[in-house]
């Protein structure tokens, strides 16, 4: 009778394991309490009852086995989709667009765009003759700005146009253009923004003012103008120089002050073994002396600074008060004059 029931119970389970794989391995373990508790309860002495007990530990550890891969497969395939599904949430939804020539070019098509850009030429010409004959440029000063913006938009017309006629995809074509267009544009504009961030700088510092002199990148003059952008100042000669503000934040900057004219200079000269050393000092403080623009009421000084036995020269050093700053290159002019006069005398 036990093994009856022991084997309706197997094909029930076998029946169950299309369907439902947790419910056959409910009625194994069910099956298998039954089968241990009959045995706990009484020996099994057959040969048959043996192999139907080992034929149920089989089927329920084929079944478990089965039943643990195909969940372990489920659950992969279920974290693939959700890790898929997040990283396509975390990507940026960037469409790149098509700059494929996907249009046939005909001739027509390059008559069209040739028919644009002269008219285009024709209009602009047109516009900067009319400009030109009325001296509107001359007149209003708005005006300058309003031509350029109007060419500008004439050939942003023309060039649309002209897209529209070889590329399929005009606006995103168009879109990346102007985004190419942008970066170009703001690395431009990093001189002239260097330039405003200078204008402030000496806004809020003043290293200078309108009326001083000063000396900067090589460039020494009264300041006559300081604007957002540039400070225009007036050297020796009254050339007008505009120099951009980024360089002030750079350059170091001199500030000569004006109740106090008097800037002592350096100057060297090198020359020869032939010629003693008391001679050419004697020479060179003299021609300070005689210079015009020597501040006469500081003595001059002149020493001997460098023997170089290998080049046979001397160096010698002039320090010399000047009346103006503004005055530094003619007064060296005027030295080396006055040098060269008395060398000359020497040799003959």
């Known amino acids: 009778m036990k093994k009856i029931i022991i084997i309706i119970l197997i094909a029930i389970q076998v029946s169950m394991y299309g369907q439902n794989n947790n419910a056959i391995i409910d009625s194994i373990v069910i099956t298998d309490s039954l089968q241990l508790d009959s045995l706990g309860n009484k020996n099994i002495d057959s040969e048959s009852d043996s192999s139907l007990l080992d034929n149920i530990k089989k089927i329920q550890s084929d079944t478990t086995t089965q039943v643990n891969t195909d969940n372990f497969t489920t659950d992969n395939t279920n974290q693939k989709d959700k890790s898929s599904s997040v990283v396509k949430k975390m990507l940026p939804k960037f469409k790149v667009p098509n700059l494929s020539l996907d249009k046939d070019i005909s001739f027509y098509t390059l008559i069209h765009i040739i028919i644009l850009l ?56 168009i879109v990346f253009l102007i985004f190419i267009v942008l970066i170009l544009f703001s690395i431009s504009l990093i001189p002239l923004l260097k330039n405003i961030i200078g204008g402030f700088y000496i806004s809020i510092s003043t290293p200078f003012r309108r009326g001083d002199y000063i000396s900067v990148n090589a460039h020494q003059g009264i300041v006559q103008r300081i604007t957002l952008r540039y400070t225009s100042i007036s050297n020796e000669n009254a050339n007008i120089i505009s120099i951009p503000n980024g360089i002030f934040l750079t350059e170091p900057v001199v500030k000569l002050n004006i109740a106090k004219k008097e800037q002592i200079i350096s100057i060297e000269y090198e020359f020869g073994f032939e010629y003693e050393a008391k001679q050419l000092i004697k ?42 700053p503004k005055f530094v290159n003619k007064h060296k002019h005027s030295l080396n004059l006055i040098i060269d006069r008395a060398v000359k005398t020497l040799i003959s």
């Open 118 to 173: 002269g008219l285009g030429f024709l209009i602009t010409q047109s516009i900067d003759f009319f400009s030109r004959v009325k001296n509107l440029q001359e007149k209003y000063l708005y005006i300058k700005f309003l031509i350029t913006a109007l060419k500008v938009s004439i050939w942003i017309v023309i060039i649309y146009s002209m897209i529209s006629a070889v590329i399929k995809d005009t606006e995103e074509f």
């Open 283 to 324: 020479i060179i403080y003299e021609a300070a002396l005689s210079s015009p623009y020597t501040y006469s009421k500081l003595e001059p000084k002149v020493y001997l600074v460098k023997n170089d036995f290998v080049s046979k020269t001397r160096v010698y050093q002039l320090q010399v008060y000047i009346i103006d």
